[in-house]
Structure formats: C-alpha cells, structure tokens
C-alpha cells in the first residue's frame, strides 16, 4: 500500500526567509509525486510534480521541490517566502506501474508566513 | 485558464436525504474524481470514473454513493440516505488521461473549489 507522511502540522516562516515543507513516502516500485497548495475556501490547485527526470523540480509561484529516492523524500521548498504563501500543502504519491493509478494524500502542512 | 467548477459552494441537509453534488471537469479532460475532505483531515479518494463507467473506488464509496456523467459536461456524485458522518467539503478532480504517454505523465488532476457538504 502507499502512504505519504508530512511530519508538520505547521510551518511558520518570516517572510523572506527560505521555507521547507516536508514529505515523505512509501509505495511500490518507482513513484509519481505531487504537491497540491489550498488556500482557504478554494480547491486543491497543483503545485509540481516528480515523474522522472532531474531530482529538483521546479514548479509554480516559484516553489521546488527535491526528490531524494534514498531518504524516500519530496520536500518542498522555496527560497524566499511570501506573506501570500500561506496556505495548506499537501503531498501526494501514486506507483509508477501496475495497481492503482490514485494518488495517496498526506494529512497536509499549514504554512504560516508572517510579515 | 480552464478550471473544474463545482456547485453548490455549500449544501446543508437533513440525515436521511438525498443530495447530489454537481461538477463540471476541464472540457477536454477524460477522466474524473471524487474525494472528499473531512474538516481537519487529509484528502481521501472516493471514487473514478471513466467512459460511462467507474474505475476505481475506495471503501467509502459504498451502497449510498453514486456516479454520473448525465450529459456531456457535467458529472455528479449522489449520496442517496446522508449520514452525520458524511459532512465534509468534496472536490471534485478531473484528469486529461490516467497514465503516461511517451515517458511524461498526463495524468495530472486538477481539482475544483469544493462542496462543503453539512449533514444535521
């Protein structure tokens, strides 16, 4: 079974600051990863995703992300937050091949950015 | 940009009514996604549809759930008898396809603004 785990409820970062937003994840042979941002009221809206290919992906609204296959790791970063970055992210992961084609969600991070 | 759009924005119901929430996916898109999100808990997949038929479903999605494509936009997910439990936002997601094609994914989902869904 796959499973994602964001170890943070929250994150809280000043603005200008580098941010991290960590995850991590179990599934079955090569994985897919995403990152999805929700802002309040709104919908899951997608960030990036890792499929193959270089290890950092870099994605919208200037966030990146490093997949590290021996720490079985996707955090996302950025380097200099945004007050407007506040928001929840969440992570998510499906298998490459075979089974089910569904992405697992982690129980997401709340980042926090203060001014 | 086109985007997945859902209505109503909130639906407030009594235990043991019907309800169907409404989407409408990305024109081109041919697959799509129910999940829903318990307040304070993670997304959880309901269920996928595609070409008139479901795909794949998770153990929420029992008796009381139900698909459909009515028409050639929109797609609705009915809860026949609602429960307490059932309260919680549900977005509805839709992808261009499932897989990858030539080594790069198309199966990103974008995801609509979300139902939330209040049982009494």
């Known amino acids: 079974a796959q499973s994602v785990a964001q170890p943070e409820d929250q994150v809280n970062v000043a603005e200008g600051n580098p941010l991290t937003v960590k995850c991590t994840y179990s599934?079955?042979?090569?994985?897919?990863l995403f990152w999805y941002v929700q802002y309040p009221n709104r919908g899951l809206q997608f960030l990036l995703k890792?499929?193959?290919?270089?290890?950092l992906v870099k994605g919208s609204y200037g966030f990146e992300a490093e997949f590290n296959k021996s720490q079985t790791s996707f955090h996302l970063k950025k380097p200099s937050a945004l007050v407007s970055d506040s928001a929840l992210y969440f992570c998510?992961?499906?298998?490459?091949?075979?089974?089910?084609?569904?992405?697992?969600f982690g129980r997401g991070t709340s980042l926090i950015v203060h001014p | 940009e086109p985007e997945v759009t859902q209505t109503p924005s909130h639906q407030v119901t009594q235990m043991g009514q019907e309800v169907i929430l409404r989407c409408v996916p990305i024109?081109?898109?041919?697959?799509f996604y129910w999940y829903r999100q318990i307040l304070g808990q993670k997304v959880e997949f309901l269920v996928s549809?595609?070409?008139?038929?479901?795909?794949?479903k998770s153990e929420i999605f029992d008796d009381q759930f139900s698909v459909e494509r009515p028409d050639g936009s929109n797609f609705t997910l009915k809860i026949r008898s609602t429960k307490l439990e059932d309260s919680a936002m549900y977005f509805c997601?839709?992808?261009?396809?499932?897989?990858?094609?030539?080594?790069?994914?198309?199966?990103?989902?974008?995801f609509g603004p979300g139902t939330r869904l209040t049982v009494l």
């Open positions: 997601a839709s992808s261009l396809l499932r897989g990858t094609s030539g080594g790069t994914s198309t199966d990103t989902q974008y």
């Open positions: 599934v079955s042979g090569n994985p897919y």
């Open positions: 890792y499929i193959t290919g270089d290890n």
């Open positions: 998510a992961v499906r298998g490459s091949s075979g089974g089910s084609y569904i992405p697992t």
């Open positions: 024109s081109n898109h041919l697959y």
């Open positions: 549809f595609y070409n008139n038929e479901i795909s794949e």
